[in-house]
Every structure is written in C-alpha cells, then in structure tokens.
C-alpha cells in the first residue's frame, strides 16, 4: 500500500503546483481552447506558417475535430476547464487499465508515477485517450464496432497512430480496418465541414512546417540522430528502417498466431515511425505493458527513470536517448516469452 499512498500524494500535489502555476492542462489552455474559441468567433483554428507559437508548442496543429469539440468548454473560466479535463485524463487512465484487466492496485499506483503519463496529464493532450483507444481496441478486438470506433477516431486525431490499422491487416480483421478507415474519414469531413473547411487547403504545409521546427528537437529518431550530428536525411532513413522492422516482426508474429507480441511490436512501431516524439507519447507503452505483465512487478517501475529527462518539451544533449533507452528494454521485456503462468493470467485477462 505504500506504493499507493505515494502515488495518490505525488499526483495530488503536481495538479495542485501545476493549477497554481497556471501549467495545469498545458495544450488545453494555450491550444486546443484558444482554437475553440476561434472557431467559435469564425476565425481560423490555425495559426500561420510564420507563427512563433510553434515554436512554443502552443498552436494548434490537430484535425479540427478536437476543437468543435471543446466548444461547450470556452465559456467556462480557465482554471476550472483545466480541472474538468484533468479529471478526465485520470479517469481514462484508469478505465485504460480498467479494460485491460488490471486488477492489482500496484499497477494503478504505478501507472501514476510514470513520466509519460504525468506529461499527459500536465499538457491533457490525446496522449492518454489514444492509450484508452488501444485498450477498447484489444479488449474488443474480436469484435468489430468498438475496435473500428475507437481506431477511426483515434487515427483521425491522431495520424501516428496508422501502425494500428496494419495490425488489425496482418491478424486478418479486415472488416474492423475498413471500418476504422470510414470512421476516420468521416468524423474528420463533418470536422471540417463545420469549420467551413478553413485552413483545410494549407494544413499539410502546417504539418511540414511544425515537423521541421520540431523533429529534430524531439525524443524520436530523427532527434536522436540530430543529436549525433548525423542530418536529418540519415535519421529519416532510420526512422524507416527500425519502424519497418517492428512492421514486419508485427505480421510474422501475427501469422504464427501471436496477437499479443504483434500488438506490441505495432504501438513500439507508432512510436518509432513519428517523427516527433514527445515524452507524453510513451504512454502507449501502458497498453503493452498492462497485456503482457497485468500482475505487478519491477518493470512496471521502469518507466519512472524519464523523470530524470531536463522536461517534457525539447529534448537536450545525451538525455535525449534516454526514452528510447527506456522504451527498448520495456519493449523487449514484453516481447520476451513468458512463462506458463503468466501466459495463463494474459489469457484470463483477455
């Protein structure tokens, strides 16, 4: 229980410092809400290419469909939208571990104490509802509504998330992916058909730009590789190679029948194949984790070496290649064969 008496008190005293400190639902706050209200009064979500504001990771750069969606909150004061989301963020967390099969409080306490997830939280970005995205994805993936829901919405607000769809390709549920694809497309149309399809023609121009400020900046290949002075080129290169590689050991793993190492080398191929990768995005290593150890133990600690990392923002020096280092042992600790007991308490779990 001491696990969870810390955790309650830590995350209870970072909302409470972070809400004093104005920091408390960081893109909320400074992004999605500042676009809502510009939808709201008939102007653009979408700041211009030349903007510094993304430079300070404050414009919004998202399908406009999180905005509509935050309409109703923009005439609530600030600080208790920032509450309202927060709540919000924890609860998914929960029902994230929730729907896996988590039962052990450990686990939840765990969880808590993550870097990643206390990013999450502090920026209530679509880090830890792309997390419960994947949950309901596994948990229901027999099944073909809830997958193909929960898959649309999320590659739609979300496009680093496309390695899902080839793993519900490769385990043959062909009907969940093009329904995921119908789904996507939709909600992004009737997103921007409300907005007048403003900014609709300069958005891949804005995804170009935010990627060439931010890229080499961040925790993912290509800023690594800036890191090492290798160029940009050399690090895209690599950034194909080892997601392609986590691509193909997802559909050789998914034709010998195992959906478990599949899945996971599909999220650890989201993560490898984005070229930017902020601390907050290792979160959806929570869904692998929670499938392939759902008891507590040592592993699920791992994850809280990155609040070592100088912040959740631009990466800097050699602490750059600490989530990757982080993010490869806990991946390979998954992909590793478990014994006959844990392979009894997944199945039950599933």
């Known amino acids: 229980m001491a696990l969870v008496f810390i955790a309650v008190l830590w995350t209870s005293a970072f909302i409470v410092f972070s809400l004093g400190a104005e920091l408390l639902a960081w893109d909320v706050r400074f992004a999605y809400l500042p676009a809502a209200d510009a939808i709201l009064h008939g102007h653009s979500p979408y700041p211009a290419l030349d903007d510094p504001i993304l430079d300070d990771q404050k414009g919004y750069v998202y399908p406009p469909q999180l905005a509509v969606a935050l309409l109703p909150l923009t005439k609530l004061p600030i600080d208790l939208v920032a509450l309202i989301v927060t709540a919000g963020m924890l609860v998914m967390l929960f029902l994230t571990l929730r729907l896996l099969g988590i039962r052990d409080a450990r686990c939840y306490a765990a969880s808590l104490l993550w870097m990643p997830v206390a990013s999450g939280v502090l920026l209530a970005n679509v880090s830890i509802p792309l997390a419960l995205a994947l949950a309901v994805t596994w948990r229901y993936r027999e099944r073909v509504p809830e997958p193909a829901i929960a898959l649309g919405l999320a590659v739609s607000a979300k496009l680093l998330l496309w390695p899902m769809l080839v793993w519900t390709l490769v385990t043959r549920r062909v009907k969940t992916t093009l329904w995921a694809l119908v789904v996507g497309f939709a909600v992004t149309f009737v997103a921007w058909a409300a907005i007048g399809f403003d900014g609709i023609g300069g958005y891949t121009d804005l995804l170009r730009r935010l990627s060439d400020i931010q890229s080499e900046n961040s925790y993912s290949i290509v800023g690594m590789a800036a890191t090492l002075g290798l160029g940009d080129p050399v690090g895209q290169v690599l950034t194909v190679l080892v997601g392609g590689g986590l691509l193909v050991a997802c559909a050789v793993l998914a034709r010998r029948g195992d959906e478990t190492r599949s899945f996971t080398c599909?999220?650890?191929?989201?993560?490898?194949?984005?070229?930017?990768?902020?601390?907050?995005?290792?979160?959806?290593?929570?869904?692998?984790?929670?499938?392939?150890?759902?008891?507590?133990?040592?592993?699920?600690?791992?994850?809280?070496?990155?609040?070592?990392?100088?912040?959740?923002?631009?990466?800097?020096?050699?602490?750059?290649?600490?989530?990757?280092?982080v993010a490869v042992i806990l991946v390979a600790v998954l992909l590793a064969r478990p014994t006959p007991n844990e392979r009894l308490v997944v199945a039950k779990a599933a």
Do not use: K, M
């Open 266 to 325: 599909a999220v650890a191929a989201t993560l490898a194949l984005s070229p930017i990768v902020w601390l907050h995005y290792l979160v959806l290593l929570l869904v692998p984790t929670a499938i392939a150890r759902p008891r507590f133990s040592v592993i699920w600690l791992l994850p809280i070496l990155l609040w070592t990392s100088p912040r959740p923002g631009y990466a800097e020096g050699v602490l750059t290649f600490l989530p990757a280092l």
